[in-house]
């Protein structure tokens, strides 16, 4: 079997070419291929797929074998992927749904991906200046003073297993401004770290944590914010930069509030191809 490395903002993947239907893997298998010691290594696997609708579908599963959320790294590297394949078009279904993505740019073996993620409701305000939200995968976002000083692992691994996010569990994010600058208004950059379900470690970057993260940096700084304007969030990673553009819909308070038009753009990066 052919397989090809991409990583997205660090977040790395293991990608199958599966328009044949030849390439069935069972959870066991999916979990070896992306151990890092005894294995391939990486943080997913994705398998492309024909798609009766659009021009291709999208499988994810996570390095632990688990399925059935998206992934946006993820949707960025897949798409990479059917560029290098030769499609022109990136209308794709996934976990959550229908997505559509333009490459912005080629350099070699470096892509840039503009992706469309899911449209964002039914946010619901935590303890301890946090949020709970679903952007393609369930995500947990608490805002700290500085995130190089939080336990990611520990404490994300903590949460993620509370009983009030039983069975499934959640994402759970740190975010925090860039040190001399806060949350207000006409400062937009935001700092994140993500500890992943599935991964069960802190990753390097998470596509759909990173938009949970902005989004909820908006509901965090609700008031001041013009109603009906296009918003839009740099979001620096474990190395790199992404940004998400939103345009929300007020309602109320931040809770009520809807997000349309919702895009994740950052890197995606061919590494190697891999016989096993």
């Given at each position: 079997?052919?397989?090809?490395?991409?990583?997205?903002?660090?977040?790395d993947?293991?990608?199958?070419?599966?328009?044949?239907?030849?390439?069935?893997?069972?959870?066991?298998q999916?979990?070896?291929?992306?151990?890092?010691?005894?294995?391939?290594?990486?943080?997913?696997?994705?398998?492309l797929?024909?798609?009766?609708?659009?021009?291709?579908?999208?499988?994810y599963?996570?390095a632990?074998?688990?399925?059935?959320?998206?992934?946006?790294?993820?949707?960025?590297?897949?798409?990479?992927?059917?560029?290098?394949?030769?499609?022109?078009?990136?209308?794709?279904?996934?976990?959550?749904g229908f997505?559509?993505?333009?490459?912005?740019?080629?350099?070699d073996?470096?892509?840039?991906?503009?992706?469309?993620?899911?449209?964002?409701?039914?946010?619901?305000?935590?303890?301890?200046?946090?949020?709970?939200?679903?952007?393609?995968?369930?995500?947990?976002?608490?805002?700290?003073?500085?995130?190089?000083?939080?336990?990611?692992?520990?404490e994300?691994?903590?949460i993620r297993?509370?009983?009030?996010?039983?069975?499934?569990?959640?994402?759970?994010?740190?975010?925090?401004?860039l040190k001399?600058?806060?949350?207000?208004?006409?400062?937009?950059?935001?700092?994140?770290?993500?500890?992943?379900?599935?991964?069960?470690?802190?990753?390097?970057a998470?596509g759909?944590?990173i938009?949970?993260?902005?989004i909820?940096?908006?509901?965090?700084?609700?008031?001041?914010?013009?109603?009906?304007?296009?918003?839009?969030y740099?979001v620096?990673?474990?190395r790199d930069?992404?940004?998400?553009?939103?345009?929300?819909?007020?309602?109320?308070?931040?809770?009520?509030?809807?997000?349309?038009?919702?895009?994740?753009?950052?890197?995606a990066?061919?590494v190697?191809?891999?016989?096993v």
């Amino acid at each position: 079997m052919e397989l090809y490395k991409y990583q997205g903002a660090g977040n790395d993947f293991l990608i199958a070419d599966n328009r044949d239907g030849s390439i069935i893997l069972s959870k066991e298998q999916i979990s070896l291929l992306c151990n890092r010691r005894y294995g391939v290594g990486a943080d997913g696997l994705m398998l492309l797929e024909n798609s009766a609708t659009y021009d291709f579908r999208m499988v994810y599963y996570n390095a632990d074998g688990s399925g059935g959320m998206m992934c946006g790294n993820g949707g960025r590297c897949i798409v990479a992927f059917a560029a290098d394949l030769g499609y022109s078009h990136f209308g794709f279904e996934a976990a959550d749904g229908f997505h559509t993505a333009d490459v912005v740019r080629t350099e070699d073996r470096y892509k840039e991906i503009r992706l469309k993620m899911k449209d964002v409701e039914g946010i619901r305000m935590a303890e301890g200046d946090s949020y709970f939200l679903d952007t393609g995968t369930r995500h947990f976002v608490r805002f700290v003073p500085d995130v190089d000083g939080c336990d990611v692992v520990g404490e994300g691994r903590r949460i993620r297993n509370l009983p009030e996010f039983a069975p499934e569990g959640t994402n759970v994010n740190f975010v925090s401004a860039l040190k001399g600058e806060d949350l207000s208004e006409s400062v937009r950059t935001i700092r994140v770290r993500t500890y992943e379900k599935g991964v069960e470690d802190e990753t390097f970057a998470c596509g759909t944590g990173i938009v949970a993260s902005a989004i909820a940096s908006f509901c965090h700084c609700y008031e001041g914010h013009k109603a009906e304007s296009p918003v839009k969030y740099e979001v620096h990673a474990k190395r790199d930069v992404l940004t998400v553009d939103f345009m929300p819909s007020l309602s109320g308070n931040g809770e009520n509030c809807r997000f349309t038009g919702v895009w994740l753009s950052g890197p995606a990066v061919y590494v190697a191809k891999i016989m096993v």
